[in-house]
Nanobody
Framework: QVQLVESGGDSVQAGGSLRLSCTASGDNILMAWFRQAPGKEREGVATRCADGRTTYSDSVKGRFTISKDFAKNTLSLQMDSLKPEDSGMYYC?????????????????????WGQGTQVTVSS
């Protein structure tokens, strides 16, 4: 079974940057980053298919970049121009259905393996 381990969460000032990493134990067709703020539902942030296709939520488009380091089998999320509303627990997820629509790939039920999460706190 695939195992995912996130790292890179930290506390930063608004306008700063962070880079999250997710180390996977195997190859995955579809991977994603989700986040959950206190009292809110978990939401999709960015997804990446094995063929390189990516999707982003409107709230992070232009500020976040999802990428994969094939040599290290690591999924990364570069987060720039961070805002307080970006705060939350960030989760890495793996799934197998890249043929789904972009909107479906941003939904929790598309993924079958989750990491434990890494905390991001952005202060104003």
């Amino acid at each position: 079974q695939v195992q995912l381990v996130e790292s890179g969460g930290d506390s930063v000032q608004a306008g700063g940057s962070l880079r999250l990493s997710c180390t996977a134990s195997g190859d995955n067709i579809l991977m994603a980053w989700f986040r959950q703020a206190p009292g809110k539902e978990r939401e999709g942030v960015a997804t990446r298919c094995a063929d390189g296709r990516t999707t982003y939520s409107d709230s992070v488009k232009g500020r976040f970049t999802i990428s994969k380091d094939f040599a290290k089998n690591t999924l990364s999320l570069q987060m720039d121009s961070l805002k307080p509303e970006d705060s939350g627990m960030y989760y890495c997820a793996a799934g197998g259905r890249c043929w789904l629509s972009a909107s479906r790939r941003m939904q929790e039920e598309t993924y079958y393996t989750w990491g434990q999460g890494t905390q991001v706190t952005v202060s104003s």
